[in-house]
């Protein structure tokens, strides 16, 4: 039962008669019934992205002869444009249809551009236009930059989504990784853009850019940072936050955190051994020595045991917050040690770190033990 949730069965007989039907209404003389028996031929035994790959293959043979003709016909076969950003993920369906773009376009970039420009408006081509920037990627880029005043939200999106260095499921583009400035035109005018699910995408593309090249991140946001602008502001916090975890100077710079100068800790933890499944309270006394008021941006990290010898650190925001002069700021964390699908716990001993502006102010260890 509960491997019917599975993310792979998205695409099953079902939506796969769905799509047969659209297509049939798009494309005379459509053979419904031997596209609907290949697509789900093995389907069972596949994930999802081998099951998007699969329905694309199997409708190769049903589609014009005519790549660019291919690309028209499908493009029928979709709903109308999105409106606004809800049910942004639209049909899955339409997936493995951009798949096929994705893997035939190459060759025909002049109407594979225009048609995925299309086609994002009904359901996202993030993944379907990297190949194209990884066959050509000035030339690609060259045709993208000319629609960033696009009046869809969801072109504007995809510009920026579609070009990021290392997106999630649809891979790094190793050109964009090891040099990201020919992408740059397209953040810098999008970065205020009007819709919040373009600029969340912008930060999306700007925090990519700071796992490879933090220096160049933290340049460009600090030439956006507006703390007048709200919108602005909330992007540069996301753009950076895997900088902030990590402690980056630069990056707290620019959020106004600078060294804790005068920050004193006392950290206890409770209780001593914890039962996997259970919580630990972390107690933290942060007390201001110095004469000025610091700006603290708070976070800790908890030092898994690892099952092969050591530890791992995973870090986890706190609070935000401001100590004047002699103050002590108390305050308790709950942390729950429980298996999660990312990560699985050993017993043995583990500790926990208080980071106040990415410095690290102090440590104290705790015991795991098995559930009881």
């Known amino acids: 039962m509960a491997d019917d949730k599975a993310f792979k069965n998205l695409i099953n007989a079902e939506k796969i008669a769905v799509l047969a039907e659209r297509l049939a209404g798009a494309i005379p003389g459509f053979e419904r019934a031997a596209f609907e028996a290949r697509a789900n031929e ?6 999802l992205k081998a099951r998007v790959a699969h329905v694309a293959d199997a409708l190769h043979p049903h589609l014009d002869p005519d790549v660019p003709t291919a690309m028209g016909q499908l493009l029928a076969s979709m709903g109308p444009p999105l409106v606004g950003a809800e049910g942004v993920t639209g049909s899955i369906m339409d997936w493995p249809v951009l798949h096929w773009v994705q893997v035939h376009g190459v060759d025909h970039p002049q ?39 696009h009046p ?27 040099d990201p400035r020919p992408a740059l035109p397209i953040l810098e005018a999008l970065h205020q853009d009007p819709q919040e699910y373009v600029r969340r995408s912008v930060a999306n ?15 460009i946001a600090g030439r956006w940072w507006n703390p007048a602008n709200k919108q602005t502001t909330k992007l540069v916090k996301h753009a950076l936050r895997g900088l902030i975890k990590d402690g980056h100077p630069g990056a707290l710079a620019i959020l106004g955190y600078g060294p804790p100068t005068g920050l004193e800790l006392a950290l206890r933890l409770e209780p001593a051994t914890v039962a996997i499944g259970s919580k630990l309270a972390i107690h933290v006394a942060l007390t201001n020595t110095g004469d000025r008021e610091l700006s603290l941006l708070l976070d800790y990290a908890v030092h898994y045991r ?11 925001k706190w609070t935000e917050r401001r100590l004047a002069p002699g103050q002590t700021l108390d305050l308790t964390k709950n942390q729950t040690l429980q298996h999660v699908s990312i990560r699985r716990l050993f017993p043995g001993e583990h500790r926990v770190e208080i980071l106040a502006n990415g410095q690290s102010m102090g440590m104290a260890s705790f015991g795991l033990v098995d559930e009881d």
């Open 42 to 47: 093995g389907l069972d035994g596949m994930e």
């Open 111 to 149: 109407h594979a551009l225009p048609t995925l420009r299309e086609m994002t408006r009904r359901f996202s081509a993030e993944f379907a236009v990297r190949p194209l920037l990884d066959h050509d990627l000035q030339g690609t880029l060259d045709v993208l930059v000319g629609w960033l005043d």
């Open 152 to 178: 869809d939200l969801h072109v504007r999106r995809w510009l920026s989504e579609g070009t990021r260095p290392r997106l999630p499921w649809g891979g790094n583009i190793k050109a964009l990784q090891l």
């Open 205 to 219: 593309h700007l925090n990519d850019i700071s796992k490879d090249h933090p220096d160049l991140a933290v340049q």
């Open 306 to 316: 690892r099952k092969s010898p050591g530890l791992s650190r995973k870090v986890f």
